[in-house]
């Protein structure tokens, strides 16, 4: 099934703020045949959880410690506690702060060990100007060491980087056939995987995006801290 996946990032800034768009998100989905996950801060988890019936509920990061003195981390027991299904591992702006395929690793496996489904995100380092070949590469190692030790089913995210906006509308998305061809690539590499694109999506494109039946979906940043979109 396709999957839509909000990232909500650091957004937005207060509870009252989280509920509302939570359940307006939520009231628009009452004919939706996707599947929907929203992904709000941790610190908004429980509250969104409450709102929520058929969308799901997503984090956008884990430890890949279980627990212990660890501070600032949150566990993915802690997360499952909270009725958590996916979690967004690798993001661009989470490698930009430091994460490494190392780590990125553990974070998958600790995720998949735990009953949480990964949404992995490739695509980081490459710029405007990256070459299809170089893109390729680039992603293949992401893939290679994320996935080292890995044979579940799980959801990977195609992000270029350079068009992930910086707020709603900021940024210029890639074309639907240009991610297309990308998504093919990434699922001949792994075959378990349901490949979704993210990166200026918004109500402009996202139908000239699910034309495309290799694109299995979509991880929403900007757009998605305004329900109508
Ligand atoms: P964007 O973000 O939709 O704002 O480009 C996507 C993402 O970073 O996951």
């Not at 509250?47 to 019936?53: A, D, G, I, P």
Request: charged share 25%; aromatic share 6%.
């Amino acid at each position: 099934m396709r999957l839509i996946a909000a990232n909500w990032k650091m957004n937005p800034g207060t509870r009252a703020e989280a509920k509302k768009l939570a359940a307006q998100v939520e009231a628009g989905l009452k004919k939706s045949k996707i599947e929907v996950a929203i992904c709000p801060p941790f610190v908004f988890l429980e509250e969104v959880e409450e709102r929520l019936k058929k969308a799901k509920l997503g984090a956008q990061n884990v430890s890949a410690e279980i627990k212990g003195p660890h501070t600032g981390e949150v566990s993915a027991t802690q997360l499952k506690d909270l009725g958590v299904k996916y979690v967004i591992v690798g993001h661009s702006e989470r490698r930009a702060m430091g994460e490494t395929d190392i780590l990125i690793n553990r974070k998958i496996k600790v995720c998949l060990e735990n009953g949480l489904e990964p949404i992995l995100c490739v695509g980081y380092g490459t710029t405007e100007n990256t070459t299809e070949a170089s893109e390729r590469k680039i992603i293949s190692k992401q893939l290679g060491a994320a996935l080292k030790g890995v044979n579940n089913r799980l959801t990977i995210a195609y992000e270029p980087a350079w068009t992930i906006s910086k707020g709603f509308g900021t940024a210029k998305p890639i074309s639907p056939e240009r991610a297309a061809k990308v998504i093919k690539f990434i699922k001949s590499k792994y075959r378990k995987a349901r490949v979704i694109y993210g990166a200026s999506i918004t109500s402009k494109n996202a139908g000239e995006l699910a034309k495309f039946k290799a694109i299995e979906g979509g991880l929403v940043g900007g757009a998605s801290l305004d329900a109508g979109e």
